[in-house]
């Protein structure tokens, strides 16, 4: 598995979400530039083994089958990841993470390596959003072990990047010796096709007309996510507005009731997570964040390079984190709202159905931010620059260059 980086998180790379995505995209750009890279995900020796291959340039590295000891497993993990890593060759550039834990993992197997942390979120901060009960004692000591790690990772990385500067903000309020390490550098994102005939196919699927205002809520359907406040909100709206809500999570079964009880059948959709959500960008007129914890959305980025308008919650720590409304408001590529006020978010999708060429307007802007600002080859060319690697054939451009933008072929 000799390979010039390693780009690792903390998932089964079968499986899908942002930082699956991330993973993948980066690799690809590092590939562009004439650099081999290696993805690195986690499987639990308890789980059950999908069928679907891997990709030749990836691999699941296997966690032993919970024993006992899983009571302490935020602890544990970085030991376990390393003892993983000491199998296989250390890349010969940098390791690169999503994940505190294999950032101490690969701290402790391969010292000499430079190791980058992609910051995605504060686990300390976005966990207790997603407790439904006052957490138990076993919960209490996981917690303890994932706060220990972020804060280890934070000050044993090499290079710590945010995407934005609340992030760098958050990370630094919670780790200040980290500073003179970590830097914003907006990530990139994954380019979605949308088409009109997509867009046809999609919203006859759903049973709505042209001149229904579809608003786009997709993730893990959890607490933090808190899509049941669109669902509060679709009904407070003036005009024909549908809420469509893309994923799977523990909170499933209570969103269908929920939208069952509101006799939101014609006001609501609920559609199972999947791989490539194209189909229903290409459905929607705006994408909506309700999270109480969503530092960067990974939806938000796509939808704006789709050529959609964002409705975020304004960034309010320690009640809202939402670190990209900032740069939305500054850019005027959508609308934020106040999360705590009933009516807020109505209010927000009402203003963006009943003016048509405004939301146009806001479109068009949040397009060209995304493409000017939010690219995988700036990261690139930021850690090769920080950590003065040598280049390849291929060299990183500078940010600005003109360069091609990862788009995964048809069907990944």
Known sequence: MSADFHVACFHDLRAWGGALSAARALAAVLRERGWTATRLGVVSGAARRASAPLAPDAHNVTLPTPDWRWRFEAWRFPRMLADTLRAIEPPRRAFISLSPFWILAAKRAWPRTPAVYLFPCLLTNCLPFTWEAP???????????????????????????????????????????????????????????????????????????DDTFVALACGVLDRNKAFDLLLDEAPLCRGAVHALLVGDGPRRAALERQARQRELCGRASLRPAQSDPSIWYAAADCVVSTSHYDTCPNAALEALGCGLPVVLPRHDPPRVFAGLSPVVERARAGLCYDRARRGALAAALDSLAEDPQDTLRMAARGKALVERTFRWEDVVHEIVARLALAAPCLSAAPPGASTPRFQPARGT
């Open 135 to 209: 957490p138990a004692f076993w919960t209490r000591i996981n917690y303890a072990g994932v706060r220990r790690a972020e804060r280890l990772a934070l000050r044993r990385a090499d290079l710590t990047l945010t995407a934005t500067d609340p992030g760098r903000e958050e990370a630094l309020e919670f780790c200040p010796l980290a500073a003179p390490r970590v830097r914003t550098r907006p990530f990139g994102y994954q380019i979605r096709t949308r088409t009109p005939e997509m867009r046809a196919t999609a919203r006859r699927e759903l049973g709505v007309g």
